[in-house]
């Protein structure tokens, strides 16, 4: 079965500042992955998705991530990080056919002004 | 536009009182799902639909059901509710087996007291 690690609980960057946040995920072969964004108390949005081709993706609000096999992993970058990015980041796996998404445990974004 | 509703957006029950919870959507997907997220924590997949076809996760406590009475809704039925209970529920739908990218909603807090 597949899992997935986001090794950061909680990060703290300044405005402007640039950002990455880490993913790992464990699977014998290429996974669908995904980052989802969760502000409080609202549901989880798609910020970006790979599932073949281009290793570097482009997703939605300034962000992109980079799906290096060798490593199995999957960061999220954004260049300049505005105040309101502060929010609850996802990674997520779809592997093994089915339906299901494994979500890591998430990293908790925060952005001091 | 088209999206992923749920209503309430806030509930309240009683201990032991039975609540459901609704999900509906317009982006006519096969595929609907329920997730329980407690706070600071990984959404966790509760069940899902394909179509009429219900796939229940093992470790989904009896006290959950489902409904989905048609396409485009699906409904959380709590039969009676503990104070464990108390989170927020998220719907989402994707659009066919395999493609994983789910859709959610803005979620349901519900409040035991």
């Known amino acids: 079965a597949q899992s997935v690690t986001q090794p950061d609980i909680h990060i703290t960057v300044s405005e402007g500042a640039s950002l990455e946040l880490r993913c790992n995920y464990s699977?014998?072969?290429?996974?669908?992955l995904f980052w989802y964004v969760q502000s409080p108390g609202q549901g989880l949005q798609l910020l970006l998705k790979y599932f073949s081709g281009d290793t570097l993706v482009q997703g939605i609000k300034g962000f992109e991530a980079e799906f290096k096999r060798s490593q199995s992993s999957f960061n999220l970058r954004k260049p300049s990080v505005h105040w309101s990015d502060a929010a609850e980041y996802f990674c997520a796996v779809g592997a093994g056919g089915g339906n299901k998404l494994t979500f890591g445990t998430g990293t908790q974004l925060k952005v001091e002004l | 536009d088209a999206m992923v509703i749920q209503n309430p957006r806030y509930q309240v029950t009683q201990f032991g009182k039975p609540v459901t919870l609704s999900c509906s959507q317009t982006?006519?997907?096969?595929?609907m799902y329920w997730y329980q997220q407690k706070s600071s924590q990984a959404p966790k997949l509760l069940f899902h639909?394909?179509?009429?076809?219900?796939?229940n996760e093992a470790d989904t406590p009896d006290n959950f059901q489902s409904r989905r009475p048609n396409t485009s809704f699906c409904f959380l039925d709590i039969r009676s509710p503990g104070l464990g209970d108390a989170a927020m529920y998220l719907c989402?739908?994707?659009?066919?087996?395999?493609?994983?990218?789910?859709?959610f909603g803005p979620g349901t807090r519900l409040t035991v007291t």
């Open positions: 982006l006519n997907h096969n595929v």
């Open positions: 989402a739908t994707s659009r066919v087996r395999g493609t994983y990218e789910q859709y």
């Open positions: 639909y394909y179509d009429k076809d219900f796939n």
């Open positions: 699977y014998g072969a290429t996974p669908y």
